[in-house]
């Protein structure tokens, strides 16, 4: 059974600061792994998809990686903003299945 | 193009009552999957569908009914609602060509559900 883990659960940061969250999961044999971004009360929005035969994916000031053998991703989030507040989810997608993590609720101070 | 939408946003049950959770897609992907999310947890997978017809059960199962009649729909049957249920449900789609291509995860805005 798949299972995935994100670390640190909460991060308060100060603005302008450069971060990393963690995603880590059981079976390597992921197909895909996806990361979103959830505000309070909000359903999820899809930041990156990083597919399996992909390292990293990048949009903007947002970097995902992917190591399948290690099971590990990251999401490095550069010059970080207040309005990057959110709780951020990773995703391990699979044969018609997907598992998700708990979560990592960021918070940037101004 | 809607994407995923899914009725209704808010709905407050009696135990015992029952109700229908209803989800389209216009994009025509042949996955759609329902989840609910708890407080401050992620998302944990009730059943999925590869395709009209076909269904399969996630994670947490218990207590609900699907069906796929149709590419666009698939409503989730609450029987006997119990105060467990009360969560928020998401409803999502992806697109699969291939036995190693998991589409990218597309998602609806969410069903708060309240069982009192």
């Known amino acids: 059974k798949q299972e995935v883990t994100q670390i640190p659960a909460a991060l308060s940061v100060p603005e302008g600061e450069n971060l990393v969250l963690n995603c880590s999961f059981t079976?390597?044999?992921?197909?895909?792994l996806q990361w979103f971004r959830q505000d309070p009360g909000k359903g999820l929005t899809s930041l990156l998809l990083?597919?399996?035969?992909?390292r990293e994916q990048t949009s903007g000031r947002l970097n995902a990686s992917l190591d399948k053998s290690s099971g590990r991703s990251t999401l490095y989030i550069a010059a970080s903003q207040p309005g990057d507040s959110a709780t951020y989810l990773c995703?391990?997608?699979?044969?018609?299945?997907?598992?998700f993590g708990d979560g990592t609720t960021l918070t940037v101070k101004p | 193009n809607a994407g995923v939408t899914q009725t209704p946003k808010f709905r407050i049950l009696k135990i015992g009552q029952s109700m229908t959770l209803q989800c389209a897609q216009d994009?025509?992907?042949?996955?759609m999957y329902w989840y609910r999310q708890d407080p401050g947890m992620g998302l944990k997978l009730i059943y999925y569908?590869?395709?009209?017809?076909?269904?399969d059960k996630g994670e947490v199962p218990n207590g609900y009914n699907v069906s796929r009649s149709t590419t666009e729909d698939f409503p989730l049957r609450l029987e006997l609602a119990a105060p467990s249920q009360t969560s928020v449900y998401f409803c999502?789609?992806?697109?699969?060509?291939?036995?190693?291509?998991?589409?990218?995860?597309?998602f609806g805005e969410g069903s708060r559900l309240t069982v009192l």
């Open positions: 999502a789609s992806s697109y699969l060509n291939s036995p190693r291509n998991t589409g990218e995860l597309f």
């Open positions: 079976d390597s044999a992921i197909y895909n």
């Open positions: 990083i597919q399996s035969s992909q």
């Open positions: 995703a391990a997608l699979g044969a018609g299945k997907s598992t």
């Open positions: 994009m025509n992907h042949n996955y």
């Open positions: 569908s590869v395709g009209a017809g076909i269904t």
